[in-house]
């Protein structure tokens, strides 16, 4: 039994505290349509005392020697493992994801929490000769200072991780605004940074809708660094403002991703990998696969297993650790999906699994649908080029690698692609070609590791990256330091040549 508090409240310098306005939001278990718990929906008013606190707290924060702040995230680390199963539990329950799947979330977490620990040993910068005498130039990495991190629902704690861990190892202070439908996540990594002893004001939650607490966090002067993970849509809005602001941001947005099956492929290693990519999180995952991209040769065999396969899928609360499948986030993106569907069919292409939503008839039974499988699909087509988000897949028939690639390619996002060959030429031609910021072999489209930078190409995002050592330049500015002891005035370029 997990035990869930009935409202939430925001974390404001170390303070658990009441919105300034006393509005409230369900958050509801989409495996079972049940309310599980309230959410605050705060005001600017909320944004700014975080803020203020944020502001107040980074300024001590940043002169903690780096190793001491690493010791801190260590302690974190520590505590989600001890906590592993508690969180991955109520991760489930908010967001819906099966529970090996939250393990694995949770998992991902505690990882960061180490790998980001160590960075308070290193934040490398550089030495380099100087060229002039007695001079001596570095670059050091110096803390943003007010951050803001905005998280989406499909990833309510890993994501959190991989943007707050990197800015508090480099000493930034920060305010973040989880989605409205997955605050639970916040709210126990809070608990847990309070527990371990984060000085007040470093670690600030708000939580609240993207148009209020959202806009107001873009919209501050002293919040330095807006990191933001979700939809193209807000993305460009927010980066928009940002923009006009000179405000740094780092996007990570959507995917069109693809499988690609070549006709010496291993074909049951191919299988296991598109279910997993693509069925995984019910497809709700920026690096879902959506696509399958395969050769003529092979595709009536694929296809033919891939349809035997999905079959055994079951679908259903994610507590269940028999389901492979759990629900959808919410009734919207539910229809979001249906309209897909009917779209693919209007534009021609071939329905032959799924394709309908599970229990639409009874109230209160959460949002699922079935795994959906296209064929026959063009390249053309809607449903080959637009996010769907959630358990559809399109197969696209083609004659050679070049064309695999090149429909790979097309799309408007760059996010993860795979390919499937045991042909070591067809596989370096293939991760120089594909453009995309993560390319995988011999393996589904899901499956980043923290250690390395995660984020894409063209309109996946806008050119930053979330995990790995990439992290830290989203954090960090980058101070250049000259030390000139010759005690004179020295020139730079001009005393050289004396
Ligand atoms: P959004 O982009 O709307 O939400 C992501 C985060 O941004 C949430 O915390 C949201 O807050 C916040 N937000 C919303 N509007 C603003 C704003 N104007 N200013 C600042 N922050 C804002 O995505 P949705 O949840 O609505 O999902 C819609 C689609 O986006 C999905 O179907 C999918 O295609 C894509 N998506 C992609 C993700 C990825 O991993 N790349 C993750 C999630 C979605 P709140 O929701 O609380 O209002």
């Known amino acids: 039994m997990v035990n869930i508090e009935k409202k939430l409240v925001n974390y404001i310098d170390g303070q658990w505290v009441l919105p300034d306005r006393n509005n409230y939001t369900a958050v509801v278990n989409p495996a079972t349509g049940q309310t599980i718990t309230k959410v605050p929906l705060s005001t600017e008013n909320d944004v700014q005392a975080a803020v203020k606190s944020a502001k107040k707290a980074q300024k001590e924060w940043a002169l903690v020697p780096a190793p001491q702040r690493a010791e801190l995230l ?8 001890e906590r592993k199963e508690h969180l991955s539990r109520l991760l489930t329950m908010e967001n819906g994801k099966v529970l090996e799947e939250a393990r694995g979330e949770v998992q991902e ?30 670059s050091v990495r110096a803390p943003v200072g007010v951050v803001g991190i905005i998280t989406p629902w499909n990833f309510p704690i890993a994501i959190a991780t991989w943007k707050s861990f990197p800015a508090i190892v480099a000493g930034n202070a920060v305010i973040w605004k989880p989605a409205t439908e997955t605050p639970i996540m916040a709210y126990e990594l809070a608990k847990i940074f309070e527990e371990a002893g984060l000085p007040n004001g470093v670690l600030n939650v708000v939580f609240g809708s993207g148009s209020d607490v959202g806009e107001a966090m873009v919209a501050d002067d002293t919040i330095r660094v807006i ?10 809005n927010i980066a928009s403002k940002c923009g006009m602001k000179l405000k740094k941001v780092s996007l990570e947005m959507g995917g069109k991703n693809a499988v690609i099956v070549m006709d010496d492929a291993d074909l049951s290693l191919a299988v296991e990998g598109i279910l997993w990519s693509a069925f995984g999180t019910s497809g709700q995952r920026c690096t879902a696969c959506s696509r399958v991209i395969v050769h003529k040769d092979v595709k009536e065999e694929l296809t033919e297993r891939l349809m035997t396969e999905m079959e055994k899928l079951t679908v259903g609360n994610g507590l269940d650790e028999t389901v492979k499948v759990g629900p959808i986030i919410n009734a919207g993106a539910l229809e979001k999906i249906d309209r897909y569907v009917q779209i693919g069919r209007q534009e021609g292409a071939v329905l032959l699994a799924g394709g309908y939503t599970l229990h639409e008839d009874k109230e209160d039974a959460g949002y699922y649908y079935v795994p959906t499988l296209f064929t026959d699909v063009d390249r053309t087509m809607r449903i080959a080029k637009e996010e769907i988000f959630g358990p559809v897949v399109s197969l696209i028939e083609v004659e050679s690698l070049e064309e695999a690639v090149e429909i790979n390619n097309e799309v408007s996002y760059g996010l993860s692609s795979s390919i499937f060959t045991q042909n070591v030429n067809q596989v370096f031609a293939a991760q120089r070609d594909l453009d995309t910021g993560i390319v995988y072999v011999n393996a589904g489209t899901i499956g980043a590791e923290i250690h390395l930078p995660f984020g894409g190409t063209k309109g996946t995002g806008n050119g930053h990256r979330d995990s790995g050592l990439a992290a830290l330049d989203v954090f960090t500015e980058w101070k250049s330091v000259y030390v000139d002891f010759s005690g004179k005035l020295q020139r730079a370029q001009i005393d050289t040549e004396q």
């Open 74 to 81: 260590y302690r974190v680390g520590s505590m989600m493992k």
């Open 109 to 138: 977490g505690i990882d960061m929490a180490f790998y980001m620990a160590g960075e308070g040993r290193r934040l490398f910068g550089q030495t380099t000769p100087s060229e002039l005498k007695n001079k001596f130039a570095m």
């Open 227 to 236: 990191s933001f993970t979700g939809s193209n849509e807000t993305g460009k």
